[in-house]
């Protein structure tokens, strides 16, 4: 079992920057490969961004490219998507996802462990 657990959303105005983190447990951090998706309200749910297990393989979605930034921490087993620039259309729940022991994927349905999820908000 690989339990995550999100943190750091909250109310942005657009132009903005927030820290997102994803808290790793249950399995080595090395062997968890960890997604960040966005589900908008009436909206499925989309990768942002991934990361690989050793760091060194990441995936950006067009609409953040530039603008987000994923990262790991293996100090605190902790994934980092700092996201910057933000805009409106950033609104949504943001959920971290784990894929422990296979290479980084960007199908939400090849993810076997989902966190809670943590709101941003981006205001105009």
């Known amino acids: 079992q690989v339990q995550l657990v999100e943190s750091g959303g909250g109310l942005v105005q657009a132009g903005g920057s927030l820290r997102l983190s994803c808290a790793v447990s249950?399995?080595?951090?090395?062997?968890?490969?960890v997604g960040w998706f966005r589900q908008a309200p009436g909206k499925e749910r989309d990768l942002v961004a991934a990361i690989g297990r050793s760091g060194g393989t990441t995936y950006y979605a067009d609409s953040v490219k530039g603008r987000f930034t994923i990262s790991r921490d293996n100090a605190e087993n902790t994934v980092i998507l700092q996201m910057t620039s933000l805009k409106p259309e950033d609104t949504g729940v943001y959920y971290c996802?784990?894929?422990?022991?296979?290479?980084?994927?960007?199908?939400?349905?090849?993810?076997?462990?989902w966190g809670q999820g943590t709101q941003v908000t981006v205001s105009s």
């Open positions: 996802a784990g894929r422990p022991l296979r290479p980084m994927t960007v199908w939400s349905h090849e993810y076997d462990y």
């Open positions: 249950g399995r080595t951090f090395s062997s968890v490969g």
